[in-house]
Protein backbone atom coordinates (compact mmCIF):
# COMPACT_ATOMS: atom_id res chain seq x y z
CA UNK A 1 0.00 0.00 0.00
CA UNK A 2 1.42 3.39 -0.96
CA UNK A 3 1.99 5.78 2.57
CA UNK A 4 4.29 8.40 0.78
CA UNK A 5 4.17 10.06 -2.71
CA UNK A 6 5.75 13.45 -4.11
CA UNK A 7 3.74 13.63 -7.86
CA UNK A 8 6.73 14.03 -10.57
CA UNK A 9 5.43 17.64 -12.68
CA UNK A 10 8.50 18.16 -14.31
CA UNK A 11 12.28 18.50 -15.03
CA UNK A 12 14.60 20.76 -12.61
CA UNK A 13 14.25 24.03 -12.51
CA UNK A 14 10.55 24.10 -13.42
CA UNK A 15 8.14 24.82 -11.00
CA UNK A 16 7.62 26.44 -7.43
CA UNK A 17 10.02 26.08 -4.46
CA UNK A 18 10.41 27.39 -1.19
CA UNK A 19 13.01 28.37 0.48
CA UNK A 20 15.02 26.44 -2.11
CA UNK A 21 19.08 27.18 -1.92
CA UNK A 22 21.60 28.21 -4.56
CA UNK A 23 21.62 24.60 -6.10
CA UNK A 24 24.39 26.20 -9.14
CA UNK A 25 27.37 24.52 -7.39
CA UNK A 26 25.48 20.62 -6.81
CA UNK A 27 23.89 21.78 -10.25
CA UNK A 28 25.76 23.86 -12.41
CA UNK A 29 24.22 22.47 -15.34
CA UNK A 30 20.18 21.48 -15.51
CA UNK A 31 20.62 19.62 -18.36
CA UNK A 32 23.41 17.38 -17.39
CA UNK A 33 21.57 16.88 -14.11
CA UNK A 34 23.51 14.88 -11.36
CA UNK A 35 26.90 13.75 -12.37
CA UNK A 36 28.67 10.64 -11.36
CA UNK A 37 27.05 12.03 -7.88
CA UNK A 38 25.31 10.98 -4.98
CA UNK A 39 21.72 12.02 -3.16
CA UNK A 40 19.94 11.52 0.00
CA UNK A 41 16.38 12.19 -0.51
CA UNK A 42 13.94 11.89 2.86
CA UNK A 43 10.83 10.51 2.85
CA UNK A 44 8.11 10.52 5.62
CA UNK A 45 5.33 7.39 5.09
CA UNK A 46 2.18 7.73 6.63
CA UNK A 47 2.16 4.17 8.35
CA UNK A 48 5.57 1.72 8.44
CA UNK A 49 6.14 -1.28 7.96
CA UNK A 50 9.11 -4.15 7.75
CA UNK A 51 9.19 -3.87 4.24
CA UNK A 52 9.20 -1.25 1.77
CA UNK A 53 9.37 -0.45 -1.94
CA UNK A 54 10.11 2.71 -3.73
CA UNK A 55 8.55 4.01 -7.36
CA UNK A 56 11.46 5.71 -9.34
CA UNK A 57 10.70 8.25 -11.91
CA UNK A 58 12.48 8.90 -15.40
CA UNK A 59 9.47 10.61 -16.67
CA UNK A 60 10.70 13.62 -17.65
CA UNK A 61 13.89 12.52 -18.15
CA UNK A 62 15.76 12.63 -21.79
CA UNK A 63 18.21 9.52 -21.88
CA UNK A 64 18.44 6.48 -19.70
CA UNK A 65 19.17 7.56 -15.74
CA UNK A 66 21.57 5.19 -14.10
CA UNK A 67 21.03 4.28 -10.12
CA UNK A 68 23.91 2.67 -8.03
CA UNK A 69 24.61 2.08 -4.53
CA UNK A 70 21.02 2.55 -3.82
CA UNK A 71 19.81 1.73 0.03
CA UNK A 72 16.85 2.72 2.43
CA UNK A 73 18.30 4.03 6.42
CA UNK A 74 16.29 5.65 8.87
CA UNK A 75 17.12 9.36 8.83
CA UNK A 76 19.03 10.64 12.17
CA UNK A 77 18.74 14.26 11.16
CA UNK A 78 20.18 16.78 8.43
CA UNK A 79 21.87 14.46 5.93
CA UNK A 80 22.71 11.11 8.41
CA UNK A 81 21.35 8.13 8.86
CA UNK A 82 20.18 5.81 11.92
CA UNK A 83 23.79 3.74 11.96
CA UNK A 84 22.76 -0.12 11.42
CA UNK A 85 19.64 0.91 9.52
CA UNK A 86 20.74 1.19 5.77
CA UNK A 87 19.61 -1.68 4.03
CA UNK A 88 20.86 -2.51 0.33
CA UNK A 89 18.55 -2.33 -3.01
CA UNK A 90 19.06 -3.38 -6.50
CA UNK A 91 20.96 -1.06 -8.96
CA UNK A 92 18.32 0.29 -11.41
CA UNK A 93 18.59 1.60 -15.44
CA UNK A 94 15.40 3.52 -16.38
CA UNK A 95 14.68 4.68 -19.67
CA UNK A 96 13.63 8.36 -20.33
CA UNK A 97 10.11 8.72 -19.88
CA UNK A 98 9.96 5.51 -17.26
CA UNK A 99 9.05 4.75 -14.41
CA UNK A 100 9.78 1.78 -12.41
CA UNK A 101 8.81 -0.19 -8.81
CA UNK A 102 12.29 -1.46 -7.23
CA UNK A 103 11.90 -4.82 -5.68
CA UNK A 104 10.89 -4.91 -2.15
CA UNK A 105 12.98 -5.09 0.96
CA UNK A 106 12.37 -6.06 4.66
CA UNK A 107 13.78 -4.05 7.09
CA UNK A 108 14.58 -6.24 10.48
CA UNK A 109 16.09 -3.19 11.63
CA UNK A 110 13.12 -1.37 12.82
CA UNK A 111 11.11 -1.50 16.15
CA UNK A 112 8.34 -4.14 15.56
CA UNK A 113 5.87 -1.83 17.12
CA UNK A 114 4.56 0.86 14.41
CA UNK A 115 3.40 3.48 16.99
CA UNK A 116 7.51 3.79 17.77
CA UNK A 117 7.57 4.83 14.21
CA UNK A 118 4.66 7.07 13.55
CA UNK A 119 6.65 10.58 12.70
CA UNK A 120 10.00 9.27 11.52
CA UNK A 121 11.44 9.65 8.24
CA UNK A 122 13.32 7.26 5.49
CA UNK A 123 16.13 8.38 3.18
CA UNK A 124 16.80 6.97 0.20
CA UNK A 125 20.34 6.91 -1.33
CA UNK A 126 21.87 6.52 -4.36
CA UNK A 127 24.55 7.66 -6.68
CA UNK A 128 24.05 8.49 -10.72
CA UNK A 129 26.63 6.65 -12.66
CA UNK A 130 27.45 9.25 -15.57
CA UNK A 131 25.05 12.08 -16.04
CA UNK A 132 21.15 11.79 -14.85
CA UNK A 133 20.30 14.58 -17.57
CA UNK A 134 17.03 16.63 -16.72
CA UNK A 135 16.05 15.52 -13.14
CA UNK A 136 12.28 14.41 -12.86
CA UNK A 137 11.30 16.27 -9.66
CA UNK A 138 8.92 17.67 -7.18
CA UNK A 139 9.91 21.15 -6.66
CA UNK A 140 8.01 21.87 -3.71
CA UNK A 141 8.43 18.97 -0.96
CA UNK A 142 8.37 21.23 1.97
CA UNK A 143 10.85 19.29 3.38
CA UNK A 144 15.10 19.01 3.13
CA UNK A 145 17.04 16.60 1.33
CA UNK A 146 20.25 16.27 0.54
CA UNK A 147 22.92 16.33 -2.69
CA UNK A 148 26.81 15.75 -2.61
CA UNK A 149 29.15 17.46 -4.93
CA UNK A 150 29.40 16.51 -8.58
CA UNK A 151 31.89 13.78 -8.88
CA UNK A 152 30.73 12.17 -5.38
CA UNK A 153 29.87 8.63 -5.78
CA UNK A 154 30.92 7.45 -2.12
CA UNK A 155 28.49 9.67 -0.24
CA UNK A 156 25.50 7.51 -0.59
CA UNK A 157 27.12 4.53 0.67
CA UNK A 158 28.00 6.18 4.28
CA UNK A 159 25.75 6.83 7.13
CA UNK A 160 27.23 10.13 7.85
CA UNK A 161 26.48 13.23 6.35
CA UNK A 162 29.75 14.91 5.50
CA UNK A 163 29.59 13.98 1.92
CA UNK A 164 26.49 15.63 1.80
CA UNK A 165 27.19 19.72 1.58
CA UNK A 166 24.49 20.82 -0.53
CA UNK A 167 20.44 21.11 0.44
CA UNK A 168 17.23 21.10 -1.59
CA UNK A 169 13.44 21.57 -0.20
CA UNK A 170 12.65 19.44 -3.65
CA UNK A 171 12.58 15.77 -3.97
CA UNK A 172 14.39 13.86 -7.13
CA UNK A 173 13.79 10.63 -9.06
CA UNK A 174 11.74 9.03 -6.49
CA UNK A 175 7.74 9.30 -6.85
CA UNK A 176 6.12 7.54 -4.64
CA UNK A 177 6.71 4.21 -1.25
CA UNK A 178 4.98 1.25 -0.51
CA UNK A 179 4.63 -0.85 2.40
CA UNK A 180 3.55 -3.99 3.25
CA UNK A 181 0.39 -3.85 5.46
CA UNK A 182 -2.24 -5.66 7.47
CA UNK A 183 -5.74 -6.45 5.36
CA UNK A 184 -8.08 -3.36 5.37
CA UNK A 185 -5.19 -0.39 5.45
CA UNK A 186 -6.12 1.95 2.86
CA UNK A 187 -4.27 4.95 0.89
CA UNK A 188 -6.23 8.18 1.46
CA UNK A 189 -4.98 10.59 -1.82
CA UNK A 190 -5.15 14.29 -1.79
CA UNK A 191 -4.95 15.26 -5.30
CA UNK A 192 -4.31 19.30 -5.40
CA UNK A 193 -2.15 22.35 -5.90
CA UNK A 194 -0.26 24.75 -3.94
CA UNK A 195 -3.24 24.69 -1.21
CA UNK A 196 -2.32 20.85 -0.22
CA UNK A 197 1.03 20.65 -1.57
CA UNK A 198 2.27 23.53 1.48
CA UNK A 199 2.65 26.73 0.31
CA UNK A 200 3.34 29.16 3.54
CA UNK A 201 3.24 26.18 6.11
CA UNK A 202 6.16 25.40 7.84
CA UNK A 203 9.43 23.77 5.84
CA UNK A 204 10.16 21.05 8.03
CA UNK A 205 7.40 21.34 10.15
CA UNK A 206 4.96 18.95 8.47
CA UNK A 207 2.14 20.87 9.11
CA UNK A 208 0.07 21.17 5.51
CA UNK A 209 -2.83 19.92 6.09
CA UNK A 210 -2.25 16.20 4.90
CA UNK A 211 0.23 16.49 7.57
CA UNK A 212 -2.25 17.59 10.15
CA UNK A 213 -5.20 15.02 9.28
CA UNK A 214 -2.77 12.06 9.43
CA UNK A 215 -1.69 12.85 12.80
CA UNK A 216 -5.50 13.45 14.01
CA UNK A 217 -6.14 9.98 12.13
CA UNK A 218 -3.17 8.35 14.21
CA UNK A 219 -4.38 10.11 17.40
CA UNK A 220 -8.06 8.56 16.73
CA UNK A 221 -6.14 5.11 16.67
CA UNK A 222 -6.93 5.10 12.73
CA UNK A 223 -3.59 3.14 12.12
CA UNK A 224 -5.28 1.65 8.95
CA UNK A 225 -5.39 4.85 7.01
CA UNK A 226 -1.69 6.44 5.35
CA UNK A 227 -2.61 10.32 3.70
CA UNK A 228 -0.30 10.49 0.95
CA UNK A 229 0.07 14.03 -0.75
CA UNK A 230 -0.53 14.42 -4.54
CA UNK A 231 -0.28 17.81 -4.65
CA UNK A 232 1.18 20.54 -6.74
CA UNK A 233 2.22 24.26 -6.54
CA UNK A 234 0.05 26.02 -9.66
CA UNK A 235 -1.29 22.65 -11.03
CA UNK A 236 -4.64 22.86 -12.50
CA UNK A 237 -7.50 20.80 -13.16
CA UNK A 238 -7.54 21.06 -16.92
CA UNK A 239 -4.26 22.42 -17.51
CA UNK A 240 -3.64 25.79 -19.31
CA UNK A 241 -5.44 26.36 -22.75
CA UNK A 242 -2.59 27.92 -24.50
CA UNK A 243 0.94 26.93 -21.97
CA UNK A 244 4.17 27.79 -24.18
CA UNK A 245 6.91 25.50 -22.73
CA UNK A 246 7.30 23.25 -19.83
CA UNK A 247 4.38 24.88 -17.21
CA UNK A 248 6.24 24.80 -13.85
CA UNK A 249 2.23 23.28 -12.31
CA UNK A 250 2.86 19.94 -14.29
CA UNK A 251 0.48 18.21 -15.85
CA UNK A 252 -3.42 18.87 -15.38
CA UNK A 253 -5.16 17.07 -12.90
CA UNK A 254 -7.29 15.10 -15.06
CA UNK A 255 -4.14 13.96 -17.19
CA UNK A 256 -2.12 12.49 -13.90
CA UNK A 257 -4.78 10.80 -12.22
CA UNK A 258 -3.44 7.09 -13.50
CA UNK A 259 -0.22 8.04 -12.52
CA UNK A 260 -0.63 10.14 -9.57
CA UNK A 261 -3.76 8.21 -8.38
CA UNK A 262 -4.82 5.13 -9.71
CA UNK A 263 -1.82 3.37 -10.37
CA UNK A 264 -0.56 3.84 -6.27
CA UNK A 265 -1.23 0.64 -4.47
CA UNK A 266 -4.28 0.28 -1.94
CA UNK A 267 -5.83 3.39 -2.70
CA UNK A 268 -9.62 3.73 -1.50
CA UNK A 269 -10.37 7.43 -1.10
CA UNK A 270 -9.20 10.82 -2.91
CA UNK A 271 -9.63 14.13 -1.87
CA UNK A 272 -9.73 16.46 -4.16
CA UNK A 273 -9.10 20.05 -3.47
CA UNK A 274 -8.65 22.39 -6.83
CA UNK A 275 -9.78 24.59 -9.20
CA UNK A 276 -8.24 28.15 -7.68
CA UNK A 277 -5.40 28.08 -10.66
CA UNK A 278 -8.00 27.57 -13.19
CA UNK A 279 -9.86 30.65 -12.49
CA UNK A 280 -6.94 32.67 -12.12
CA UNK A 281 -5.50 34.95 -15.43
CA UNK A 282 -3.35 31.65 -16.01
CA UNK A 283 -6.38 29.59 -16.54
CA UNK A 284 -9.37 32.03 -17.22
CA UNK A 285 -11.60 28.80 -17.03
CA UNK A 286 -15.64 29.31 -15.78
CA UNK A 287 -16.91 27.39 -13.25
CA UNK A 288 -18.96 25.19 -15.23
CA UNK A 289 -15.68 24.05 -17.84
CA UNK A 290 -13.98 23.02 -14.41
CA UNK A 291 -16.81 21.57 -12.49
CA UNK A 292 -17.46 19.16 -15.83
CA UNK A 293 -13.93 18.15 -15.87
CA UNK A 294 -13.87 17.17 -12.52
CA UNK A 295 -17.17 15.28 -12.56
CA UNK A 296 -16.26 13.43 -15.87
CA UNK A 297 -13.13 12.45 -14.21
CA UNK A 298 -14.62 11.65 -10.66
CA UNK A 299 -16.99 9.52 -12.48
CA UNK A 300 -14.09 7.46 -14.12
CA UNK A 301 -12.59 7.53 -9.96
CA UNK A 302 -16.13 6.01 -9.03
CA UNK A 303 -16.03 3.08 -11.80
CA UNK A 304 -12.42 2.14 -10.20
CA UNK A 305 -14.07 1.56 -7.33
CA UNK A 306 -12.60 4.70 -4.88
CA UNK A 307 -14.94 6.93 -3.08
CA UNK A 308 -13.89 10.80 -4.23
CA UNK A 309 -14.19 13.58 -1.61
CA UNK A 310 -14.03 17.31 -2.47
CA UNK A 311 -14.16 20.98 -1.30
CA UNK A 312 -15.29 24.63 -1.55
CA UNK A 313 -12.61 27.03 -2.22
CA UNK A 314 -11.72 29.31 0.52
CA UNK A 315 -11.32 33.05 -1.08
CA UNK A 316 -8.30 34.62 -3.04
CA UNK A 317 -10.12 38.38 -3.28
CA UNK A 318 -7.60 40.65 -3.21
CA UNK A 319 -5.10 38.29 -3.17
CA UNK A 320 -0.84 39.59 -4.14
CA UNK A 321 -0.53 36.79 -6.10
CA UNK A 322 -0.01 37.51 -9.81
CA UNK A 323 -3.15 36.50 -11.59
CA UNK A 324 -5.24 35.75 -8.63
CA UNK A 325 -7.42 38.37 -6.59
CA UNK A 326 -9.56 39.98 -8.93
CA UNK A 327 -13.43 40.27 -8.86
CA UNK A 328 -13.56 38.24 -11.88
CA UNK A 329 -11.38 35.41 -10.70
CA UNK A 330 -14.10 35.28 -7.06
CA UNK A 331 -16.64 35.06 -9.27
CA UNK A 332 -15.55 31.86 -10.85
CA UNK A 333 -14.63 30.56 -7.53
CA UNK A 334 -18.12 31.33 -6.14
CA UNK A 335 -19.84 29.89 -8.80
CA UNK A 336 -17.90 26.75 -8.82
CA UNK A 337 -18.29 26.82 -4.75
CA UNK A 338 -22.01 26.75 -5.29
CA UNK A 339 -21.50 24.16 -7.39
CA UNK A 340 -20.03 21.85 -4.78
CA UNK A 341 -22.85 22.95 -2.36
CA UNK A 342 -25.38 21.48 -4.57
CA UNK A 343 -23.77 17.65 -3.51
CA UNK A 344 -23.79 16.01 -6.76
CA UNK A 345 -20.09 16.54 -7.63
CA UNK A 346 -18.60 14.70 -4.61
CA UNK A 347 -19.69 11.74 -2.16
CA UNK A 348 -18.82 13.79 0.34
CA UNK A 349 -17.54 17.62 0.73
CA UNK A 350 -16.02 19.70 3.16
CA UNK A 351 -16.71 23.47 3.19
CA UNK A 352 -13.38 25.04 3.64
CA UNK A 353 -14.53 28.21 2.21
CA UNK A 354 -16.76 29.05 5.31
CA UNK A 355 -13.84 27.51 7.35
CA UNK A 356 -11.07 29.96 5.95
CA UNK A 357 -12.89 32.85 4.28
CA UNK A 358 -13.80 36.21 5.96
CA UNK A 359 -17.42 36.88 5.58
CA UNK A 360 -17.19 40.05 5.99
CA UNK A 361 -14.45 40.99 3.72
CA UNK A 362 -14.53 38.26 1.53
CA UNK A 363 -10.97 37.54 1.73
CA UNK A 364 -9.05 35.01 3.44
CA UNK A 365 -8.98 35.75 7.21
CA UNK A 366 -6.31 37.82 8.87
CA UNK A 367 -5.67 35.19 10.77
CA UNK A 368 -4.50 32.27 8.23
CA UNK A 369 -2.70 34.87 6.12
CA UNK A 370 1.04 34.56 6.77
CA UNK A 371 4.27 32.22 5.67
CA UNK A 372 4.91 30.25 8.05
CA UNK A 373 8.49 29.38 6.98
CA UNK A 374 9.49 33.15 5.90
CA UNK A 375 7.69 35.10 8.63
CA UNK A 376 6.80 37.42 5.65
CA UNK A 377 2.90 38.80 5.32
CA UNK A 378 0.24 36.26 3.04
CA UNK A 379 0.17 36.33 -0.04
CA UNK A 380 -4.03 36.29 0.79
CA UNK A 381 -4.27 32.77 -1.31
CA UNK A 382 -2.04 30.83 0.60
CA UNK A 383 -3.26 29.56 4.30
CA UNK A 384 -0.58 29.72 6.99
CA UNK A 385 0.23 26.73 9.38
CA UNK A 386 -3.05 27.55 11.36
CA UNK A 387 -4.97 27.88 8.29
CA UNK A 388 -4.09 24.51 7.18
CA UNK A 389 -4.75 23.06 11.05
CA UNK A 390 -8.41 24.13 10.29
CA UNK A 391 -8.72 22.87 6.94
CA UNK A 392 -7.58 19.64 8.24
CA UNK A 393 -9.98 19.72 11.06
CA UNK A 394 -12.80 20.67 8.66
CA UNK A 395 -12.00 17.68 5.90
CA UNK A 396 -11.81 15.44 9.37
CA UNK A 397 -15.11 16.13 9.41
CA UNK A 398 -15.97 15.26 6.10
CA UNK A 399 -14.25 11.63 6.34
CA UNK A 400 -16.77 10.80 9.08
Not at 118 to 129: I, K, M, N, Y
Request: proline content about 6%; hydrophobic content about 40%.
Amino acid sequence: MTVWAASAQGAYPVGSTIAQPDLSRALPDATQGLVNQSFRMVLRPGLWSARFRLRLSNHFGDRPLQLRGMSLGLHQGGGALVPGTRVELPDQSLAAGACAWVPAVAWTALPATQQLMLGRSLAFSAWVDGASGPITWHAKAMATSYLSAPGDRRAAGSDSELGFPHSTTSTFFVDALDAWLPVGAQALVTLGDSLTDGTATTLNGHDRWPDVLQRELWAAGRQDVAVVNAGIGGNQVRGPDEATGPWRGGPAAIERLERDVLALSGVGTVFWLQGINDFSDNGQADAATVAKAMADAVKHLRAKGLRVLGATLPSALNSTRPGHGGALQDSRRQAFNAEVRRGSLFDEFADLDRALTDPHSGALQAAFNGDSTTGEPGDGVHPNRAGHAAMARCILESLR
